[in-house]
């Protein structure tokens, strides 16, 4: 504003979170125009941000970064959070299922709904450790391979060595995962340890396509636990179009984007 006093650098850094909080991802070009300043200035808050773990650059801009602070997956709790997103984009991932084809499904309420939305009689084998899966299961043709191990009610699945040990001895042409966190620089993230060397060693064991399920809350979201970065991720489901810096970057990446 003409005549206004200019920000200071922490009040002008404050503002641009603002402004990432409502737009998740922003151009430098419009930062230096809301906040009247140069953009080598926008460039050096953005830079002061990232260091500070609040943002992640893009080649264009930003892209907020949240630190997640609710604590460990509860199957229980989240089967009702963004409900009809997690039914389109579980029906989306079933269509890509293919004849024959043996596929890893990971844990969490998205990858427990891929069945349903099998045709019936649909011929292939799921390798699970995803005990949700049972009251999806009706009717269907498909052959389920519990993966043993020690139930664990919070994540309404199993793990432990005996776990890993089988994913050791399966070939999955597929493998179809929830994300808790998605996050350019942190890639791949989970609160849950046990998840995150579950999916990881599915991701190994898998001679095909990595298919990572999840709806826009999780972009930008940072949990403790690494899985894999992106780059390792060779198509992402989700329910609406990415901002276009971050899908630039996942293109870059060469990650595939499919909206539901």
Do not use: W
């Amino acid at each position: 504003m003409k005549g206004a006093s200019p920000l200071l650098p922490a009040e002008r850094q404050q503002r641009i979170l603002e402004i990432l909080r409502k737009e998740f991802t922003v151009r430098s070009t419009r930062l230096s125009e809301v906040l009247n300043v140069s953009e080598m200035t926008i460039r050096r808050d953005l830079d002061a941000l990232e260091r500070n773990g609040m943002v992640e650059r893009t080649h264009g801009g930003a892209v907020f970064r949240q630190e997640r602070v609710a604590g460990k997956f509860h199957y229980k709790c989240s089967i009702k959070e963004n409900l009809k997103e997690k039914q389109q984009i579980a029906r989306h991932a079933a269509g890509m299922i293919e004849p024959h084809d043996t596929v890893f499904l990971g844990e969490g309420t998205t990858a427990a709904l891929v069945i349903r939305y099998l045709e019936p009689g649909f011929p292939c084998t799921f390798f699970t450790n995803n005990l949700g899966i049972a009251a999806e299961a009706n009717g269907v043709a498909a052959e389920i391979v519990f993966l043993g191990g020690t139930y664990n009610p919070a994540t309404n699945a199993l793990a432990g060595p005996l776990t890993m040990e089988m994913i050791r001895q399966v070939n999955a042409t597929k493998v179809f995962l929830g994300a808790d966190g998605l996050s350019l620089r942190a890639g791949m993230t989970t609160p849950n340890f046990e998840i995150a060397v579950i999916q990881r060693t599915m991701i190994k064991y898998t001679q095909g396509k990595v298919i990572v399920m999840a709806n826009h809350t999780k972009f930008g979201l940072v949990a403790q636990n690494a899985i894999v970065p992106l780059k390792q991720i060779d198509i992402l489901i989700t329910n609406r179009n990415i901002p276009e810096d971050f899908q630039k970057e996942l293109d870059a990446l060469g990650v595939q984007v499919v909206i539901a």
